[in-house]
């Protein structure tokens, strides 16, 4: 791909945060002192925090390798590190990419292969690491080009102490049929709604849990000639009934709320039910959370697929114009590493350590006996979510199941995103946020058409 057409990449999937590449001028992650030996460029979250504070004392004193650490938002991180990778600017060695840009990433040429790395390195353990993440972070071409730090599935939790109140039962493995009736059913019980789902505008807010509703209802965004099929029976079905249960039974303002918000409401006692992330439940087990203890577990909720749960890791991966990928490799072993979690484990505490990325770590009693009320449910979520290739009913032409894995699904996304929020605020119909979403879609894929 010609530079221009690199840069172009990087714009489309950076637009979707409403960012302006040219006003972002790049600092100097260094703050002007000495180069250290490896630059990280990651996304500010507690998890990448911890490691930082634990890197000079374990990583730096075992190799050598000084690291310095550039942590930012998730847009302005999505930002930065489109741009570099895109030029292959080589001001980063590591970035902490996702399951998203991973197979763009790949397919460009902007992440170095790791199998070499990974077949040298008998302590790291590849085997370890959940097939299906693997394979999200695998490129079509059949190689490894990042390693996961950790990994979510998603799951539904329910206020186990307000359904005994009603007397409710949930079912072991729902169905978003039964999920509709049962929150119709405890909506309003000490105040709380009936559930709590993302409305908030985003391709990796609202997004995100309607995406697995669509699949697992029957429908796609693209057949197999990549014709849009947002108008479909199924897709206007599947969003239908995410808008309807969320206006008819979920938060006020949910327009207005993604992960955090409906997080915060759930902490505080003020939802029955809530679809979402398993990495949210060691929020809500915390202490200080109003419901530790009164939540219940159970996986994602499915129609006509027997799996719906969505599959998502932040991972390390290693810009392909890097000069050190050997000492690159080795932050990412030590990072990535059931070493790591051992650590974060006795200095920090179990339920810091990064999960989702390794079964070995739901093996040790210490995880489980922290993580007792969520751990079986995360595993199960990570082993036996829906196939990131094919994740609903029949073939469809593209990748991923929460989001779809092409570089114009991050403007398109957005668009379609806020049109469903504005369906979810009642300001239109979604026959109508739908209509005008199949125009969009249809267009972005018109150069896979060869149109």
């Known amino acids: ?240 009934f995410y808008v309807d249960l969320l206006r008819t039974h979920g938060q006020p303002g949910a327009e207005r709320m993604g992960v955090l918000e409906i997080l915060d409401r759930f902490v505080e006692g003020k939802c029955a039910m809530m679809y979402d992330a398993t990495s949210l439940a060691s929020s809500i087990e915390a202490d200080g959370s109003s419901v530790k203890g009164k939540v219940g577990y159970v996986p994602a909720p499915h129609d006509r697929t027997a799996k719906a749960g969505w599959l998502w890791t932040w991972a390390w991966g290693v810009q392909q114009a890097s000069e050190n990928k050997d000492s690159a490799w080795e932050f990412i072993s030590w990072a990535s590493s059931k070493e790591f979690q051992e650590l974060v484990g006795q200095e920090v505490g179990w339920t810091s350590a990064p999960a989702g990325n390794r079964m070995s770590l739901y093996e040790k009693p210490e995880y489980q006996q922290a993580a007792g009320a969520w751990y079986r449910q995360e595993f199960t979520a990570a082993t036996d979510s829906a196939d990131p290739r094919n994740p609903g009913v029949g073939p469809r032409p593209y990748q991923g199941i929460g989001f779809l894995g092409i570089p114009e699904f991050a403007v398109l996304g957005t668009a379609v995103s806020q049109q469903i929020a504005a369906a979810i605020a009642g300001q239109q119909s979604v026959d109508a946020a739908l209509d005008k979403s199949q125009d969009l879609a249809q267009a972005a894929a018109a150069k896979y058409r060869g149109g």
């Not at 998603?154 to 009603?166: E, P, T, V």
């Open 1 to 240: 791909m010609e530079r221009s057409r690199l840069i172009q990449a990087a714009v489309a999937l950076t637009a979707a945060a409403g960012l302006v590449l040219a006003g972002c001028g790049d600092t100097d992650p260094s703050g002007g002192e000495e180069r250290a030996d490896l630059r990280v460029l990651a996304t500010d979250v507690p998890q990448i925090q911890t490691l930082k504070k634990l890197t000079k004392k374990h990583f730096t004193a075992e190799t050598g390798i000084s690291v310095d650490y550039t942590l930012l938002p998730e847009n302005e991180a999505r930002e930065k590190m489109n741009r570099e990778f895109a030029t292959q600017a080589g001001t980063y060695d590591v970035a902490s990419v996702s399951a998203y840009e991973v197979p763009i990433y790949a397919d460009n040429g902007w992440l170095a292969p790791l199998d070499s790395y990974v077949k040298a390195d008998e302590d790291f353990d590849q085997d370890d690491v959940f097939p299906n993440l693997a394979s999200s972070l695998t490129g079509e071409d059949g190689k490894l080009y990042a390693e996961p730090f950790y990994g979510e599935g998603s799951f539904l939790m329910y206020r186990k102490d307000l359904f005994r109140k009603g007397g409710l039962t949930m079912p072991p493995d729902p169905t978003w049929e039964q999920v509709a009736d049962l929150a119709s059913r405890v909506d309003g019980s000490e105040g709380a709604s009936g559930i709590c789902l993302r409305g908030l505008p985003g391709w990796g807010q609202n997004l995100a849990p309607i995406n697995t509703v669509v699949n697992t209802f029957g429908g796609a965004w693209y057949d197999m000639d990549w014709n849009a099929r947002l108008t479909s029976p199924e897709f206007k079905k599947a969003v239908g």
